[in-house]
């Protein structure tokens, strides 16, 4: 089941896929009974007796459909209540790097960095560097605390495509170079000194319009195995990644079972699995030299059964708006 969210004559309504070019608007279904459930995350709580219903109502004369030129496309999942990124989770990646543990890396996403599938990709120009970013995202169907590895699957809502959108020159600005301190094994009243590079992720990964996803929710019995997903970027028609999930350094059930561990899983939230970059021979273009600011898109990311994410690229020429106290700019100055 192909599931959207999408706006359609004024509303914002929750879809399934009906053919090609139409959706079926599931407003009338998602809002009968004794409890409405009108947004998609209130329907994945709702789970599989929903799907059920659905699915009835699809096979139905009644079902109202929508022609797809028409709508306007949100991200399936509008305001998840979190979205987890996996860092460097491609096997492509390993020799790259110069020292990494031997368990997955993770960072957020806010939700305010989603857009929809067609919408444009504004980018400021005082981002300076960003480039894409085609990752398999799963979509959490039920609440989740300490999963065995086997246990992570079921767990599992759907599948869709996020474009974790990266602004390297964000991640250079943000760097820290500093020494960090710690209490001594030997004596916890004693501090030692650690030197240390961070660089913190908020402002590059999780600025507005970051977070192309979609354009489906596609349910988890529509994809059978999530290790075995070919995936496919372009941008302006030239392919950046040629990739599959098969790829990745651990698997859909290896990281949610590890990141359960650690935050509570919640239906509706996002776990994005690491990014798809491989080239295949011949092919001499490379995501990380895709700079949205200077190369032209439109953006595109397909996936094995999740259909195409599509956004064309919008460059705003902006410098940074004064944000300093005037204040506090005469005491820097002084």
Known sequence: MHLASFAYQGRDRVGVRADDDHLVDLSSVLTSGEVGVGTMVSLIEAGPP????????????????????????????????????????????????????????????PHTCLVGHQQPLELRSYYRGVHPEPELAVVIGKHARDLRPEQALDHVFGYTILNDMTGND?????????????????????????????SYAARYKGTDGFGPLGPWLVTSDAVPDPSALDVVCTVGGHVIARDSTRYLTYSVPEI????????????????????AFRQQPGETRSLHSANLQVVDGPVEVSITGLGTLQNPVHRITMELPEWRLRTRMKTAKA
């Open 170 to 198: 964000m991640r250079s600005e943000d760097m820290v170079h500093y020494h960090a301190l710690y209490a001594s094994k030997e004596d916890p009243t004693v501090l030692e000194r650690r030197e240390q590079h961070l």
């Open 256 to 275: 949610l079972s590890f990141l359960s561990h650690f935050q509570t899983l919640l239906p509706g939230d996002i776990v994005s699995m690491g990014t």
């Open 50 to 109: 929903m799907l059920a219903k659905i699915a009835e109502y699809v096979a139905g004369e009644a079902a109202d459909r929508i022609p797809m030129a028409e709508i306007t496309w949100h991200p399936p999942v509008r305001r998840p209540g979190k979205i987890i990124g996996v860092a460097m989770n491609n096997s492509a990646s390993d020799a790259r790097k110069i020292s990494a543990p031997d368990h997955p890396l993770f960072f957020t996403k």
